[in-house]
């Protein structure tokens, strides 16, 4: 089956600078990699995702990369803020039933 | 609308003994999912279902059940609670299954005594 390695574990980042979290994927038949947002005592939201037909997609502050040779994909945050502070994780899917999650990464962004 | 909706939100359990939490959706999705959160662990597949009718072990069934009679309900059983059980239980759906976005419930927080 598919497996989700994503680092850091954990991120501190000073207001305003930027954020980068990175994922690996093992399946290469995995073709939707979505990124979902937990803040304390939340539920997981989707923030941003990507299909394996494009190697980039950006919405406002947040971007994610996909390079398919590597099977890794990225997420980078720039002017981070102190509300960009959760829990991130990274995902993939083959188009199956499932998804596969990392095991998060708590971002900290210091005032 | 409400989403996704699970009960309870806290339950504390002496080891051994059973439960049931449910999950609710009104957004007609096909596919549902019980997922556990352990610190450190991600997100982990417990049991998921295609449609009415339909189940499927995911990850890490061991020691849970699950049923859909109903297409906008999704129960996760436990019939002989361990410690190794505590955990954060989410409850999701989805329209098309692992490639559209899963909306998640708020949780539940299981302590196994």
């Known amino acids: 089956g598919e497996n989700v390695e994503q680092h850091p574990s954990t991120l501190s980042v000073q207001e305003g600078d930027s954020a980068v979290i990175k994922c690996t994927y093992s399946?290469?038949?995995?073709?939707?990699f979505p990124w979902y947002k937990q803040e304390l005592g939340k539920r997981p939201q989707l923030i941003i995702d990507i299909r394996s037909n494009v190697g980039e997609k950006k919405d406002q502050r947040i971007a994610v990369t996909l390079n398919k040779t590597a099977k890794h994909f990225s997420l980078h945050i720039t002017e981070t803020q102190p509300e960009d502070s959760a829990v991130y994780f990274c995902?993939?899917?083959?188009?199956?039933?499932?998804?596969?999650f990392g095991g998060g990464t708590r971002l900290m962004v210091k005032p | 609308n409400a989403g996704v909706t699970q009960t309870p939100k806290f339950r504390v359990l002496k080891t051994g003994q059973s439960m049931t939490l449910l999950c609710a959706q009104d957004m007609n999705h096909e596919y549902m999912y019980w997922y556990r959160q352990d610190p450190g662990m991600g997100l982990r597949l417990i049991h998921y279902s295609v449609g009415e009718g339909t189940t499927a072990k995911g990850e890490v069934p061991d020691g849970y059940n699950v049923s859909r009679l109903k297409k906008q309900n999704f129960l996760l059983g436990l019939e002989s609670a361990a410690p190794s059980q505590t955990s954060v239980y989410f409850c999701?759906?989805?329209?098309?299954?692992?490639?559209?976005?899963?909306?998640f419930g708020q949780g539940t927080r299981l302590t196994v005594v």
């Open positions: 995902a993939a899917s083959n188009a199956g039933n499932m998804l596969t």
């Open positions: 399946d290469s038949a995995s073709n939707y």
């Open positions: 999701a759906s989805s329209s098309r299954g692992g490639n559209t976005e899963a909306f």
